[in-house]
C-alpha cells in the first residue's frame, strides 16, 4: 500500500474524498491515506509557498510517501498553468479539476440530494 497524503483547495473536495465511496475506491486501489485530508481553505493558500510546504511537511511527518493537490482550474489559461502555480518544485501530484467540482455535484441529481440528505423533488 502506498501511503498517500492529500491536500485539498477547500469544503466539497473534503467531503467527497472523505466519502465513503472514495474510501473504498482507495482502499481498492492500494492507496492508504497518510494522516487527515488537507482543507487549504482556498486556492490562493495552495498558491502560497510558505502554507503548501507547511502542508506537505505536516503530512510527511504523518507517514505519506506521497502528496496530491486537488484543485480546481479557476482563472487558469490551462490546466500547466494551474499546476505551476500550485507545485513549481513539481513535488507533488496536482490534479486539476476543468470546472469546479461544485458544478459537478449541481448536475448530479444523485450527489446533490446525497450532500443535501434530501430525496430529489424533480
Not at 16 to 26: R, T, V
Not at 102 to 121: G, M, V
Request: overall charge negative; charged content about 30%.
Amino acid at each position: 500500500m502506498v501511503k498517500t497524503g492529500f491536500i485539498v483547495e477547500g469544503d466539497c473536495e473534503k467531503i467527497i474524498l472523505e466519502s465513503e465511496n472514495f474510501q473504498a475506491f482507495l482502499r481498492e486501489a492500494k492507496i492508504e491515506v497518510a494522516g487527515n485530508i488537507i482543507n487549504a481553505r482556498g486556492v490562493n493558500n495552495l498558491e502560497n509557498p510558505e502554507l503548501r510546504q507547511a502542508y506537505v511537511s505536516q503530512l510527511k511527518s504523518q507517514g505519506a510517501e506521497e502528496i496530491i493537490i486537488l484543485r480546481d482550474l479557476e482563472d487558469h489559461p490551462c490546466i500547466t498553468s494551474a499546476k505551476e502555480k500550485t507545485d513549481p518544485e513539481n513535488a507533488c501530484r496536482v490534479f486539476v479539476a476543468k470546472q469546479a467540482i461544485e458544478t459537478w455535484l449541481i448536475a448530479d441529481e444523485a450527489a446533490l440530494s446525497s450532500f443535501l440528505k434530501q430525496k430529489n423533488k424533480l
